[in-house]
């Protein structure tokens, strides 16, 4: 069969078959390196998203693709039921070397929803297994994005994706995220980060904390708060909570884990050890598809001794994608990008933070390392969002990429409406680069403006 031709300039359809709205419709991408894209005509866009805060590392990585060709020719896919794998066993060692002690049994995948949908099927798993069978509800908060597939679905507060598939769904219990930045409360922030914490227990007594299996949350937001950072005295305090009611805490690293913020886990920032890790995105780091649930040996050992984690997709472990995941890694140690992520975080925030009193409508930027975030609002002293007729979310976006930068954007702030937009450049990211971002950005805002 023959190949369909390329569409003719001007044509504003998708370029194949492919399935997406045509907003999204952009220009060809030729080829990736470093923290550059270049589209089919040559021209340069800076990936300050890191696609959708994936590439950690960068393009086109030496040490991955030689370590990807090394594999490829060795063996590409063996399957798990027949034959265990050097690369899946040398990743999990070091991931459990990574995380938090205790946190050491890994359960690969093949993205960050499938990494939620272990994580949750394995705590249900648990529960059975401990006759602990009235526990299946799983709190999380409003707004949070924690993946598409109905499980993880049915545990994001985002209305607008979940609405269409209610029906099929066991729509699970929210609190609200810690927005402690918003409030106008006169409180201190150690007194509000414990305020959002206890809305935690306050749910686990309404729902019957009989009935209550797990927690989830983001330690470190993602799209859907941008870059949310709660109070220091949330996160303990969540812990605490937890463990008294026999709760388990899952945080969702899918954004947040992999080093992005300085330390590889988000959850690393305040010495919390949750019960189940998911982790994705900068695991494969964009050059494979790959994901973990990472837990503790005393969850998983009941499951197993009861007969087995009812649960695996197929692609699971395997050796390329392990190998490629080995490869990022030791990427990150061999150029301590983990270090360059807090030092250039700590210099892009100061930046972006720089930009207030030029741009008034600039509200909050927040964020750890490089998962850094900028709300806009139409008053600074109220935190009022702007109206929503000007899309400033989707404009800025834009007007960027117009100019050459990729930014990432999705409207949502607490219960309700606001305009925000990420900049997470590779972790590789230089000073000079960060110039090269920000000489885009004010271009960008002053266009904005
Ligand atoms: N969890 C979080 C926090 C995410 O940011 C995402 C994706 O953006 C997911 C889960 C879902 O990951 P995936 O799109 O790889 O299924």
């Not at 890994?106 to 949908?117: D, L, P």
Request: proline share 6%.
């Amino acid at each position: 069969m023959a190949t369909p031709a390329a569409p003719a300039a001007g044509d504003n359809r998708p370029p194949s078959h492919l399935f997406y709205q045509a907003r999204l419709r952009r220009p060809l991408a030729s080829r990736a390196e470093g923290i550059y894209i270049w589209d089919e005509t040559g021209r340069r866009v800076i990936d300050g998203s890191s696609g959708a805060m994936v590439v950690n590392i960068g393009h086109g990585n030496p040490r991955v693709l030689e370590a990807m060709k090394r594999q490829m020719e060795a063996a590409t896919f063996i399957y798990r039921l027949h034959f265990e794998n050097e690369p899946a066993e040398r990743l999990a060692a070091a991931l459990a070397d990574r995380c938090p002690a205790g946190l050491d049994r890994v359960f690969f995948v093949s993205g960050g929803s499938e990494a939620v949908e272990s994580c949750l099927k394995l705590a249900r798993q648990y529960a059975v297994a401990t006759g602990q069978g009235s526990r299946f509800k799983v709190i999380s908060r409003f707004p949070s994005y924690h993946g598409s597939t109905l499980g993880a679905l049915s545990v994001t507060g985002h209305a607008a994706f979940s609405a269409p598939f209610a029906p099929m769904m066991h729509e699970m219990p929210k609190i609200p995220a810690p927005t402690a930045y918003l409030d106008r409360d006169g409180l201190d922030m150690a007194a509000r980060g414990r305020r959002y914490a206890d809305m935690l227990e306050d749910e686990i007594r309404r729902q019957g904390p009989e009935t209550v299996l797990a927690f989830i949350m983001e330690p470190i937001g993602g799209a859907s708060t941008g870059a949310l950072v709660a109070p220091d005295t949330y996160y303990p305090r969540i812990r605490e909570i937890c463990d008294r009611y026999g709760v388990l805490l899952i945080h969702d690293e899918v954004m947040s884990g992999a080093g992005r913020t300085g330390r590889y886990l988000g959850g690393d920032h305040w010495g919390i050890t949750p019960d189940l890790v998911a982790l994705s995105k900068g695991l494969g780091a964009g050059y494979v598809p790959l994901g973990a649930m990472i837990a503790s040996e005393k969850l998983v050992r009941p499951v197993l001794d009861a007969g087995g984690f009812q649960h695996g997709f197929t692609y699971a472990g395997n050796p390329l994608a392990s190998a490629a995941g080995l490869a990022v890694l030791d990427e990150i140690d061999a150029h301590d990008l983990m270090g360059n992520a807090a030092r250039m975080g700590a210099l892009l925030k100061a930046r972006l933070e720089a930009l207030k009193p030029r741009f008034p409508f600039i509200g909050d930027v927040r964020g750890k390392g490089l998962l850094l975030a900028v709300e806009f609002v139409s008053d600074p002293e109220t935190m009022a969002t702007l109206p929503r007729e000007l899309n400033a979310h989707a404009r800025v976006v834009d007007l960027a990429f117009e100019r050459g930068l990729i930014i990432y954007s999705r409207r949502t702030r607490g219960g309700i409406d606001g305009d925000h937009f990420l900049v997470c450049p590779p972790m590789i990211v230089t000073a000079g680069e960060i110039d090269e971002i920000m000489a885009i950005l004010d271009d960008t805002l002053l266009a904005l403006a």
